[in-house]
């Protein structure tokens, strides 16, 4: 039966406390929420797209090279209007005839996408990756961020048995203005929680499976409590609703959220997915609610799920922090042109960027990085044979850019997080050693040494003519 053969979950490492919020504004919006998760100012919902599915795909279940379908559900892409698709494609090397389709506009997105690779022939990849916004008074409170991806192939370890929509209008429920950022609600409390919950009834009632048979249920949680308010009229226990509830954890990360769960559910090691494991052959229920849809799917089974760890621990931070690495508090603008490198010469140059591809000299053995130009032992124009370097290495060199030192192209960068390393880190690659020039994320300048080992992650690197631009930032394994 078709359904889930491997999956990866991505949180970002930052954590906001609820009692911080409370602090600042003297009241919190985030009922039920104890934590939630932080993007750093170099994420966005395509880089941590990439990451949980590299997690996803690091599995053997599936050689990528022989999906047929990507999907991305966000209700935040990095441009507003755009393909995202094509990036992700490109920094997961994935083949060029891949089809695309890219899910938004409502917080249900997830089971659309993963809808449609049910309907796929062929392995699909299905990503869900989300940052939500709102206004810091109040709106933007309960919002948080994170990733979730699933492979989805035929004779799946955790299959799924079926999937039951419902839809109906449900006017100013959660919505964004065109052109907008914040997400938007009329904040009419016992009307949302009615329409809601007699949508998720009326999907997960169409259901064979009986809730009641349910071992943990992924259920909309825009914040703690309303999964089991959305559960009322459904005989499902409160045990396994808190098994598939993440938000209280990392906070509504949107479209994001009801993946995220579900994967907490199905993972067979955590111990959060209650009795959902391969071996006990047990039930999950997911169900997605967004822009007045309503989509309830069966899963049996279960898997382990790379990443699935980040949705505990992290690095707590205070409020000031979290508005400067959110941009709420920072205005971008710098003195100064910076480097301009052109679109075309940014786009010849992705394969490097993104899938740190070398080349080896025929004539002398020597490896360049990029692999373009002359050979860089030799100097001899030549046509490299190229390989991806490994993406694990070891700084060789470091300097930090204090504030105020950064480039024009990063000071926005700066303004948010604050002082950064820059390392050549060296890759031990069968070729031979390729060394590069790199900066250094998801640390603080001063934890990082020579010597350290680190590993690649893409990542955001700045925005010049309107465009985001992306590529290979380092990290810390320790």
């Given amino acids: 039966m078709r359904g889930i053969a491997a999956a990866g979950a991505y949180v970002p490492r930052f954590r906001l406390p609820g009692d911080e919020i409370a602090e600042a504004w003297g009241t919190s919006h985030a009922s039920g929420i104890e934590r939630k998760a932080v993007p750093a100012a170099d994420e966005d919902a395509l880089t941590m797209a990439v990451e949980a599915a590299e997690r996803a795909l690091s599995s053997d279940a599936v050689d990528r090279d022989e999906l047929t379908l990507a999907t991305v559900a966000t209700t935040t892409p990095p441009t507003e209007e755009g393909e995202l698709l094509p990036r992700l494609a490109r920094a997961l090397d994935l083949p060029r005839s891949v089809a695309t389709a890219t899910v938004g506009g409502h917080t249900a997105a997830g089971a659309e996408a993963l809808s449609r690779a049910l309907d796929a022939e ?13 206004e810091p008074a109040e709106g933007d409170h309960p919002l948080g961020a994170g990733a979730a991806a699933f492979v989805v192939a035929d004779d799946a370890s955790a299959p799924v048995t079926e999937t039951a929509w419902h839809t109906e209008e449900t006017p100013g429920v959660r919505f964004r203005e065109r052109g907008g950022h914040d997400v938007e609600s009329l904040d009419v409390t016992t009307y949302q929680r009615n329409a809601i919950r007699e949508a998720v009834t009326s999907a997960a009632s169409s259901l064979a499976l009986d809730p009641a048979d349910v071992d943990a249920a992924a ?26 509830t993440v938000v209280d954890r990392i906070g509504d990360a949107g479209a994001a959220t009801v993946p995220l769960g579900l994967l907490a559910a199905l993972d067979a090691e955590s111990g959060d997915g209650g009795d959902a494991d391969a071996e006990a052959g047990g039930r999950s229920l997911a169900a997605f609610f967004g822009g007045g849809t309503a989509v309830a799917v069966a899963v049996e089974g279960g898997l382990d799920v790379e990443g699935i760890d980040d949705l505990e621990g ?40 993104y899938r740190l591809v070398a080349g080896v000299c025929p004539d002398c053995g020597g490896v360049s990085f990029p692999p373009e130009g002359a050979c860089q032992s030799c100097h001899s124009r030549v046509e490299f044979e190229e390989f991806e370097a490994p993406r694990t290495g070891t700084v060789r060199a470091l300097t930090v ?4 030192g950064a480039p024009p192209e990063f ?14 880190v060296e890759l031990d690659a069968e070729a031979g050693r390729v060394r590069l020039p790199a900066q250094v994320t998801d640390a603080d300048p001063a934890d990082v040494a020579v010597g350290d080992e680190v590993r690649a992650t893409v990542r955001r690197i700045y925005e010049q003519e309107g465009v985001p631009r992306y590529g290979v930032k380092f990290e810390p394994t320790a």
């Fill in 122 to 134: 062929g392995p699909a990849l299905v990503v869900a990756a989300d940052a939500p916004e709102g």
């Fill in 401 to 404: 850019i204090g504030q105020g």
């Fill in 314 to 353: 992290g690095t707590e931070i205070d409020y000031a922090s979290y508005l400067r690495e959110r941009g709420y508090v920072v205005n971008g603008e710098v003195a100064g042109g910076g480097a301009h490198v052109s679109l075309p010469n940014w786009r010849h140059s992705l394969d490097q960027r």
């Fill in 411 to 424: 000071a926005e960068l700066q303004q948010r997080d604050g002082a950064y390393a820059v390392a050549i």
């Fill in 219 to 244: 259920v909309h949680q825009p914040d703690g409590r309303f999964p089991y308010r959305a559960t009322a009229d459904l005989p499902v226990s409160n045990e396994a609703v808190a098994a598939g």
